[in-house]
């Protein structure tokens, strides 16, 4: 259980490789979209903490690279999002993941993606290939190779949360469902988020104006329920999560964020 735990708690933090998949683009080049972004950039570093009850179960970091790269022709952030376990989670069930996203600056799209998971004896490497212009995408798996088709604008598990960054949530109505097409694990999949409002939360930092989110979920055996998953994410331009509770069918797992540098906004805790 500690395994699956880990994984998903990970992947939803608060989600490419390159090649050419067709002689014949099936959309103009133009056919990129442009989104306005303010919210983040390049140098950006967040750290989590995961407790479960009393125990340090995790940490996490989430990077931005200071520099930007060039994937599939098309200038791109790349994101680096690793998690391990700590303590007695870690003599338990030991992991070690990576995940990484190479996404375009002006449309918000990953060229690339990158996964490597270590869980106990478990491991997994794969490469992601995204043809935005044939709707396509390649996953690589040691030897396997598999082209699947995809909608327009799909994102992977790192990306379509960056994403969700550049929305203006003042243009959107408490319990409004966003919806964002995703490809992971040779699946594509729509990741859905319904948004709770606005509230005022207590960090380490001190209290600050949050958005909340939930992540919605399908029954499953794991979490307790459609919205087990919370996320407030803090409201202002950056928009990164301060805080993500787990309710799970045996107890709930909790994140904060530990510390933070190279946002692209000042990000503003008061005192109340």
């Not at 794991?222 to 919370?230: P, T």
Request: hydrophobic share 40%; charged share 25%; proline share 3%.
């Amino acid at each position: 259980m500690g395994q699956a735990i880990m994984k998903k708690v990970i992947v939803i933090l608060s989600i490419i490789t390159t090649a050419a998949l067709s002689q014949v683009a099936l959309k103009p080049e133009n056919a990129y979209r442009r989104v306005n972004n303010t919210s983040f950039g390049t140098g950006e570093h967040l750290e989590y903490k995961v407790h479960y009850g009393i125990f340090n179960a995790a940490e996490a970091t989430v990077d931005v690279a200071p520099t930007v790269y060039k994937v599939n022709e098309r200038p791109c952030y790349r994101v680096n999002v690793y998690g391990r376990t700590v303590g007695a989670f870690d003599l338990i069930t030991r992991i070690r993941n990576t995940w990484r996203s190479y996404i375009d600056t002006t449309a918000i799209l990953p060229q690339k993606f990158f996964l490597h998971v270590e869980e106990g004896n478990h491991r997994k490497e794969e490469n992601v290939t995204f043809n935005h212009f044939a709707n396509t995408v390649r996953s690589e798996e040691k030897t396997e190779k598999d082209v699947f088709k995809v909608p327009d604008n799909v994102h992977d598990v790192i990306s379509g949360y960056y994403y969700l960054r550049t929305i203006d949530f003042n243009r959107v109505n408490t319990g409004q469902v966003i919806e964002v097409p995703a490809f992971f694990d040779d699946q594509v999949y729509n990741m859905k988020v319904r948004y709770r409002g606005r509230e005022v939360i207590k960090t380490k930092f001190g209290h600050i104006n949050v958005l909340k989110l939930n992540p919605l979920l399908p029954e499953n055996k794991l979490f307790k329920g459609e919205d087990a998953i919370k996320i407030w994410v803090s409201d202002d331009a950056n928009k990164i999560p301060v805080k993500v509770e787990v309710e799970l069918w045996v107890g709930s797992m909790e994140m904060d964020l530990k510390n933070h540098a190279g946002l692209r906004n000042e990000l503003k805790f008061f005192k109340r």
